[in-house]
């Protein structure tokens, strides 16, 4: 690691507005594409999520891959090394912490994309060609990487304009703390934001609350385990923003997931089109089968198998916040999912023994029409009942 003291090599880049710019002008343009893009593969789809037209859908995705070149060659192309070079620069310089490593190699990754990507745009196929499709559709990886990452990139160009102050000494600092933790076991301690430091320490910021004047005050650590402290006290926000340690890019729950490569969606019925086969259903085999239907299990999992994957994966989100809060939270949704687990297994057993029942709704449940006949052109219409007599008002 560079010691901080040393100054940046003389052919270095200055780190300036259009430089940092440029990575997220980008991912705002590489948002709408894939806003646009969703959009246009929808209308290829039927109403389950399989696509049904496939010359359209592959349409869609060449004009996407197209205009995620195109805007690469606007925004980043002129300044996607020199990005990276600042962003190792300020990452060589950062405190030791668990998230280094992996943020190098985003960085290497980010790299090697960028090569492809700049091979390619060197020497460009025929337009309009089925080797520039294919051209475009083999970059597409490499360019969603940098819509996905190079946040990382440019948070990392940006740190250095950020220079943390202590504005306590050691004895303020434990009077302070002293108070808040008072204040914290009188629930008047209320927590409004929090971020992580370079160094991997959280911050949070609080409202302290002492006879009824509030404090905006600066907590290092987590506010829910022992050893957390008050390292500032500020007017407002602002001021607070401006002395504070920056925030640095937060994690991820799964390091493989990119909004811009999603897995395709998995067909399925929805919660309501099984509710509207009971109702419209007449034997008991047909309600029998919607209910198996949000049970079902497999590659089109039902709505209560979805529910359950979605409490499992909110436990381990909660978990991994890896905080004293976040993991009670983390143990109360695991306990809901399997309380699930035992509810699916329960509608499972009822809606196999309504399938064995034989029978069907009886006769005298008839429906109501919905369409009355219109009366023939020559009936008078029908006579209106007689008004009700107002009595006399008298004054």
Known sequence: MTPASNPPP??????????????????????????????????????????????AAAAARAHRNRAAVEAYTTHLAPHADTLLDAARRALDELPPARHVAGWRAVLDGLAASAAEIHRALDRPDTPGSPAERAQHSALWPHLAAWADHSFIASDLADQNKHHH????????????????????KRGELELTESWYAADGQPITLAHLIENDDSTLVALRGDPDAPGWQVI??????????????????????????????RPAPVPEVSLQELIRDVVEGQTAGDASEALLGTVQRGYTPGPMVRLQELLETS????????????????????ALGRQIEFLTREVEEAAEDLGATVAVLPPHRTPVLRVRPRPAVDTAPPTPPPRASTPARHR
């Open 165 to 184: 102050r202590a504005p306590l000494t050691d004895e303020e600092q434990q009077t302070w703390s002293e108070r808040a933790q008072a204040a914290q």
């Open 10 to 55: 003389d052919d270095s880049v200055p780190v300036t507005p259009e430089l940092t710019d440029s990575a997220r002008n980008f991912r705002l343009r590489m948002a709408v594409i894939d806003r646009e893009s969703e959009a246009a593969l929808d209308m290829t789809c039927d109403r389950y999520g399989r696509t049904v037209h496939a010359g």
């Open 232 to 261: 500032g006290h500020y007017a407002h926000e602002y001021e607070a923003g401006k002395v504070l340690p920056a925030p640095v890019p937060p994690g991820v729950l799964r390091a493989d997931v990119s909004r811009f490569n």
């Open 315 to 334: 436990s381990q989100f909660a978990s991994a916040l890896e905080t004293v809060q976040g993991r009670q939270i983390a143990a109360r949704l695991s």
